[in-house]
Protein backbone atom coordinates (compact mmCIF):
# COMPACT_ATOMS: atom_id res chain seq x y z
CA UNK A 1 0.00 0.00 0.00
CA UNK A 2 1.30 3.38 -0.86
CA UNK A 3 2.15 5.57 2.26
CA UNK A 4 0.20 9.15 2.77
CA UNK A 5 1.95 12.58 1.37
CA UNK A 6 1.49 15.70 3.14
CA UNK A 7 4.18 17.54 0.98
CA UNK A 8 7.39 16.51 -0.52
CA UNK A 9 10.16 17.48 -3.00
CA UNK A 10 10.34 16.65 -6.58
CA UNK A 11 13.78 15.29 -7.54
CA UNK A 12 12.19 13.18 -10.36
CA UNK A 13 10.11 11.02 -7.70
CA UNK A 14 8.44 11.79 -4.67
CA UNK A 15 10.68 12.11 -1.65
CA UNK A 16 8.18 12.22 1.40
CA UNK A 17 9.07 14.27 4.03
CA UNK A 18 6.18 14.48 6.47
CA UNK A 19 3.97 11.42 6.07
CA UNK A 20 1.92 10.88 9.10
CA UNK A 21 3.49 9.23 12.30
CA UNK A 22 1.90 5.60 13.14
CA UNK A 23 -0.86 4.84 15.69
CA UNK A 24 1.06 3.59 18.13
CA UNK A 25 4.34 4.19 19.90
CA UNK A 26 7.56 2.48 18.90
CA UNK A 27 7.31 -1.04 20.36
CA UNK A 28 10.53 -1.73 23.73
CA UNK A 29 12.99 -4.27 22.88
CA UNK A 30 12.04 -5.64 19.64
CA UNK A 31 13.75 -9.10 19.20
CA UNK A 32 14.35 -8.88 15.57
CA UNK A 33 17.92 -7.39 13.78
CA UNK A 34 17.91 -4.02 11.72
CA UNK A 35 20.19 -5.41 8.55
CA UNK A 36 21.81 -2.49 6.42
CA UNK A 37 23.14 -3.04 3.18
CA UNK A 38 25.17 -0.26 1.56
CA UNK A 39 24.71 -0.70 -2.41
CA UNK A 40 27.43 -1.85 -4.21
CA UNK A 41 30.40 0.06 -6.17
CA UNK A 42 29.64 2.68 -8.85
CA UNK A 43 32.05 4.66 -10.87
CA UNK A 44 30.78 7.43 -8.45
CA UNK A 45 31.65 5.45 -4.98
CA UNK A 46 35.00 4.82 -6.69
CA UNK A 47 35.80 7.76 -7.01
CA UNK A 48 35.16 9.35 -3.83
CA UNK A 49 32.41 11.97 -5.64
CA UNK A 50 29.95 12.74 -3.70
CA UNK A 51 26.55 10.95 -5.09
CA UNK A 52 23.73 11.91 -3.74
CA UNK A 53 20.50 11.80 -6.22
CA UNK A 54 22.24 11.25 -9.05
CA UNK A 55 21.33 7.84 -10.49
CA UNK A 56 24.34 5.87 -11.25
CA UNK A 57 24.51 2.56 -11.75
CA UNK A 58 26.39 -0.03 -10.47
CA UNK A 59 30.24 -1.10 -11.44
CA UNK A 60 30.29 -5.24 -12.54
CA UNK A 61 32.07 -4.73 -9.05
CA UNK A 62 29.66 -3.79 -7.22
CA UNK A 63 26.76 -6.40 -8.75
CA UNK A 64 29.71 -9.08 -6.84
CA UNK A 65 29.52 -6.87 -3.92
CA UNK A 66 25.65 -7.15 -4.24
CA UNK A 67 25.42 -10.72 -5.00
CA UNK A 68 27.50 -11.09 -2.06
CA UNK A 69 25.99 -8.98 0.50
CA UNK A 70 22.97 -11.65 -0.40
CA UNK A 71 25.18 -14.49 0.67
CA UNK A 72 25.42 -12.86 3.90
CA UNK A 73 22.03 -12.31 4.73
CA UNK A 74 20.26 -15.43 3.30
CA UNK A 75 19.85 -16.81 6.95
CA UNK A 76 17.99 -13.72 8.00
CA UNK A 77 13.82 -14.15 8.35
CA UNK A 78 12.59 -10.84 7.04
CA UNK A 79 8.99 -9.18 7.84
CA UNK A 80 10.37 -6.16 5.84
CA UNK A 81 12.52 -5.23 3.10
CA UNK A 82 13.37 -1.50 2.08
CA UNK A 83 15.15 0.39 -0.58
CA UNK A 84 15.90 3.15 -1.83
CA UNK A 85 14.30 4.10 -5.50
CA UNK A 86 17.83 4.87 -6.55
CA UNK A 87 18.89 2.00 -8.80
CA UNK A 88 22.01 1.23 -7.59
CA UNK A 89 20.24 0.68 -4.33
CA UNK A 90 17.15 -1.24 -6.35
CA UNK A 91 19.97 -3.37 -8.36
CA UNK A 92 21.82 -4.20 -5.40
CA UNK A 93 18.59 -5.94 -3.50
CA UNK A 94 18.02 -7.92 -7.06
CA UNK A 95 21.10 -9.24 -6.85
CA UNK A 96 21.02 -9.96 -3.13
CA UNK A 97 18.00 -11.77 -3.83
CA UNK A 98 15.63 -9.42 -1.66
CA UNK A 99 12.22 -8.58 -3.15
CA UNK A 100 12.09 -5.01 -1.80
CA UNK A 101 9.54 -2.62 -1.31
CA UNK A 102 11.17 1.16 -2.76
CA UNK A 103 10.77 3.85 0.22
CA UNK A 104 11.52 7.28 -0.95
CA UNK A 105 12.63 8.28 2.37
CA UNK A 106 16.02 6.19 1.96
CA UNK A 107 17.18 8.25 -0.65
CA UNK A 108 20.90 9.64 -0.02
CA UNK A 109 21.54 12.62 1.36
CA UNK A 110 20.94 15.71 -0.92
CA UNK A 111 24.51 17.37 -1.53
CA UNK A 112 23.00 20.06 -3.60
CA UNK A 113 25.92 21.52 -5.34
CA UNK A 114 28.47 19.33 -3.80
CA UNK A 115 27.16 16.56 -5.77
CA UNK A 116 29.34 14.84 -8.03
CA UNK A 117 32.70 16.51 -6.31
CA UNK A 118 35.01 15.52 -3.93
CA UNK A 119 36.29 15.82 -0.86
CA UNK A 120 39.83 16.66 -2.15
CA UNK A 121 38.56 19.39 -4.44
CA UNK A 122 35.87 21.10 -2.35
CA UNK A 123 38.50 21.48 0.43
CA UNK A 124 41.31 22.58 -2.18
CA UNK A 125 38.60 25.31 -3.39
CA UNK A 126 37.26 26.75 -0.04
CA UNK A 127 40.99 26.60 1.96
CA UNK A 128 39.87 24.63 4.56
CA UNK A 129 39.37 20.89 5.51
CA UNK A 130 35.88 20.90 4.45
CA UNK A 131 33.38 18.13 5.99
CA UNK A 132 29.36 17.45 5.09
CA UNK A 133 29.08 16.65 8.60
CA UNK A 134 30.85 19.99 10.21
CA UNK A 135 30.60 22.56 7.78
CA UNK A 136 27.29 21.42 5.48
CA UNK A 137 26.19 21.49 1.78
CA UNK A 138 25.15 24.49 -0.44
CA UNK A 139 22.59 25.11 -2.97
CA UNK A 140 23.00 23.80 -6.41
CA UNK A 141 21.08 22.00 -8.97
CA UNK A 142 18.74 20.84 -6.04
CA UNK A 143 18.39 22.71 -2.07
CA UNK A 144 20.83 20.52 -0.12
CA UNK A 145 20.10 19.17 2.88
CA UNK A 146 21.22 19.37 6.51
CA UNK A 147 22.28 16.67 8.37
CA UNK A 148 19.51 17.57 10.85
CA UNK A 149 16.76 16.65 7.84
CA UNK A 150 18.71 13.33 6.73
CA UNK A 151 18.17 12.71 10.45
CA UNK A 152 14.57 13.97 10.64
CA UNK A 153 13.77 11.18 7.37
CA UNK A 154 15.70 8.79 9.15
CA UNK A 155 13.65 9.11 12.09
CA UNK A 156 10.72 8.53 10.13
CA UNK A 157 12.17 5.11 8.48
CA UNK A 158 12.75 3.87 12.08
CA UNK A 159 9.13 4.76 12.45
CA UNK A 160 8.06 2.02 10.91
CA UNK A 161 11.15 -0.12 11.55
CA UNK A 162 10.87 -0.92 14.94
CA UNK A 163 7.64 -2.10 14.71
CA UNK A 164 8.27 -4.67 11.87
CA UNK A 165 11.29 -5.79 14.40
CA UNK A 166 8.63 -7.14 16.75
CA UNK A 167 7.69 -9.78 13.85
CA UNK A 168 11.32 -10.54 12.30
CA UNK A 169 14.26 -8.89 10.85
CA UNK A 170 14.28 -6.09 8.65
CA UNK A 171 16.39 -4.56 6.21
CA UNK A 172 17.61 -1.58 4.63
CA UNK A 173 19.18 -1.15 1.33
CA UNK A 174 20.48 2.35 0.82
CA UNK A 175 23.64 4.45 0.83
CA UNK A 176 26.67 5.41 2.88
CA UNK A 177 25.85 8.39 4.30
CA UNK A 178 22.28 7.99 4.92
CA UNK A 179 22.57 4.52 6.65
CA UNK A 180 25.58 5.85 8.67
CA UNK A 181 22.92 8.74 10.00
CA UNK A 182 20.07 6.11 10.74
CA UNK A 183 22.48 3.95 12.90
CA UNK A 184 23.23 7.32 14.77
CA UNK A 185 19.80 7.78 15.43
CA UNK A 186 18.75 4.04 15.93
CA UNK A 187 21.82 4.07 18.77
CA UNK A 188 20.34 7.71 19.90
CA UNK A 189 22.68 9.44 19.43
CA UNK A 190 23.11 12.97 18.05
CA UNK A 191 23.24 12.62 13.84
CA UNK A 192 26.89 14.16 13.62
CA UNK A 193 28.22 10.99 15.38
CA UNK A 194 27.75 9.48 12.16
CA UNK A 195 30.89 11.08 10.99
CA UNK A 196 32.93 8.79 12.86
CA UNK A 197 31.21 5.41 11.47
CA UNK A 198 32.63 4.68 7.95
CA UNK A 199 30.55 2.54 5.81
CA UNK A 200 31.65 0.85 2.41
CA UNK A 201 30.16 0.16 -0.55
CA UNK A 202 28.45 -3.52 -0.71
CA UNK A 203 28.82 -4.26 3.22
CA UNK A 204 26.22 -5.32 5.49
CA UNK A 205 25.80 -4.00 8.84
CA UNK A 206 23.34 -5.50 11.94
CA UNK A 207 21.94 -3.49 14.55
CA UNK A 208 19.37 -4.36 17.32
CA UNK A 209 18.76 -4.55 21.07
CA UNK A 210 20.98 -5.95 23.19
CA UNK A 211 20.14 -5.31 27.32
CA UNK A 212 17.43 -3.58 26.45
CA UNK A 213 19.83 -0.92 24.70
CA UNK A 214 19.84 -0.67 20.80
CA UNK A 215 23.45 -1.94 19.47
CA UNK A 216 25.77 -2.83 16.67
CA UNK A 217 26.07 -6.82 16.56
CA UNK A 218 28.57 -5.78 12.99
CA UNK A 219 29.58 -3.39 11.63
CA UNK A 220 30.81 -2.44 7.78
CA UNK A 221 31.08 -6.50 6.83
CA UNK A 222 32.10 -7.16 3.20
CA UNK A 223 34.32 -9.56 1.79
CA UNK A 224 37.72 -8.23 3.25
CA UNK A 225 39.14 -5.87 5.92
CA UNK A 226 39.19 -2.02 4.49
CA UNK A 227 42.46 -0.62 4.05
CA UNK A 228 41.38 3.08 4.24
CA UNK A 229 38.24 4.74 5.43
CA UNK A 230 35.80 5.15 2.57
CA UNK A 231 35.98 7.95 0.88
CA UNK A 232 32.26 8.60 -0.01
Same mark, same amino acid.
Given at each position: ?38 ? =? %? !? ?5 ? @? ?7 ? &?? +??? *? ?79 ? =? %? !? ?5 ? @? ?7 ? &?? +??? *? ?65
Amino acid at each position: MARPCVRHRDYGWRVLTNDPLPERPAPDNPSGKLVLLRH =G %E !TEWSKEG @RHTGLTDVP &LT +ARG *EELARGAGRLVAGYDFSLVLSSPLQRAQRTAELAGLHAEVDSLLVEWDYGGYEGRTSRDIRSELGYNWSAFTHGVIRGRTP =G %E !TVEEVAA @RASRVLTRV &LP +AMA *EGDVALIAHGHFLRILTAVFLRMAPRFAAQITLDAGSVSVLSFYREQPAILSWNYGPELPLVPSES
